[in-house]
Every structure is written in C-alpha cells, then in structure tokens.
C-alpha cells in the first residue's frame, strides 16, 4: 500500500465528453504526476503539479490539463475525449524537496466508446 | 528526444537470477528506476539508483547503472513465481520535470 488513492476506479464516457479523474497523494507528499498508460505499453508522462503549479509537460495535448490543491491532493481533466484516450490513467506523488522517489496509485480505468 | 528501450519478454526457472536490461539516452538524467506491475494493479516501486551511482544492491534486487553505455540493469536472486510480472525502467529527466518509461519487460518464472 503506497497511501496515494484515485477513484474512481473505472470509468465509461463517450467520445466528445469530458472527463475529470482525482488523486489523493501520500502524507507529507507535495508533487503530483499524471501518466497514461495504454494497453501493452509502458507509462507515458502527461504532466506533474508541485505546490499547486504545472512543473513538467509530457508530448500531450491542451485538452489534458490539471489541478493540484493546497493539500496537494490533484484532478486530471480531459476535453472532447477521443477512443484512443481509452487507457488506465496513473497518478504517483512524491515529495521534490526530499527526493524523486515516486509511489504510484493503484489507477483509473477510462474506457471511450 | 528521449527514450528507454527495453526487451518485451524473459522466461526463467525458479530458483535461477533473472536479469533485466534497459537502455536509455538522456545523460541528463538524475534518477534511474525499476517498477513492478501485476495484472490490473498500479505500479509499485522496487528500487532506484542515482545518476553517480554504480550499484545498488536490496536484499534480492541489485542494481547495475553503466553510464558510458547507458545501460542499467535488474538482477533479481532465486527468482520465486511471486516475481511474475511486467517490469518497468524508467529515467527522470530536467531534475524530475519529465519522466520516461520503457515499455516493460515481462517476467515470467517457470516451476
């Protein structure tokens, strides 16, 4: 157990909706990063909040964009979703003062139809 | 741009060490990583290795990071069933502003 959550855990929406997925970070954590990972591959970077600001982008488009609040708890939005959007979408907190060790949460599976 | 290329599948016997490799091309890179993941669940992390280290061992899991090749690599003692999973390298980049990921390496430990 890494102490870092999301929910919900799946999610069905349909193309052209929008969509907005939560994480809550582990205690004493003050960095947030988002990845999406597509069936059969590997994490891809989408981006990070550090004390509540945008720190780091990955090759993501504007319809992906983020929150992070004063208890560095973070949403991920996304616009006019698309099927190829369809992933498990992954939030990992760390602490960038102490360290870039992250502990990642257990996932949100989005499906678009 | 940056990249981590690593092989898709391994196959060992129980008991044996398995070893994984990765490759990776950004020599600014601070921090190296090895995730686990098992089937519908997250990512846990096993270990890391800062950019001026050459090992790191933990229990069963060692570490080795050749920074003139780029290569890192997992070697985990007396494999168990319990090991069978898709293992992760990844790199951060820019002091952690991007991070990137291999593609995964499925192990899978034979009786």
């Known amino acids: 157990e890494t102490g870092v959550t999301q929910s919900p855990t799946h999610l069905i929406k349909t193309r052209g909706q929008q969509v907005t997925l939560r994480c809550s970070s582990q205690?004493?954590?003050?960095?947030v990063s988002w990845y999406q990972q597509a069936l059969g591959q590997g994490p891809q970077f989408i981006f990070q909040?550090?004390?509540?600001?945008?720190?780091g982008r990955g090759n993501f488009p504007p319809r992906f964009s983020g929150l992070q609040f004063p208890n560095y708890s973070s949403e991920l939005n996304v616009n006019a979703l698309e099927l190829d959007d369809s992933a498990l979408y992954l939030c990992?907190?760390?602490?960038?003062?102490?360290?870039?060790?992250?502990?990642f949460g257990p996932g949100t599976r989005l499906t678009v139809t | 741009g940056e990249d981590v290329e690593q092989s898709l599948f391994l196959s060992v016997r129980e008991g044996d060490s398995s070893v994984i490799n990765c490759t990776y091309t950004?020599?600014?890179?601070?921090?190296l990583y090895w995730y686990k993941q098992e089937p519908g669940a997250g990512l846990q992390l096993l270990t890391y290795?800062?950019?001026?280290?050459d090992m790191k061992q933990d229990q069963r899991l060692t570490v080795l990071l050749n920074k003139k090749d780029k290569h890192l690599s997992l070697r985990i003692a007396d494999t168990q069933t319990g090991d069978s999973a898709i293992y992760f390298c990844?790199?951060?980049?820019?002091?952690?502003?991007?991070?990137?990921f291999g593609p995964g390496t499925r192990l899978s430990v034979l009786p």
């Open positions: 990992a907190s760390s602490n960038r003062d102490r360290g870039l060790e992250q502990y």
């Open positions: 205690s004493g954590h003050n960095t």
């Open positions: 909040y550090y004390r509540e600001e945008e720190n």
């Open positions: 950004d020599s600014s890179s601070t921090y």
């Open positions: 290795i800062f950019s001026n280290m």
């Open positions: 990844a790199e951060a980049i820019l002091y952690g502003q991007n991070f990137v």
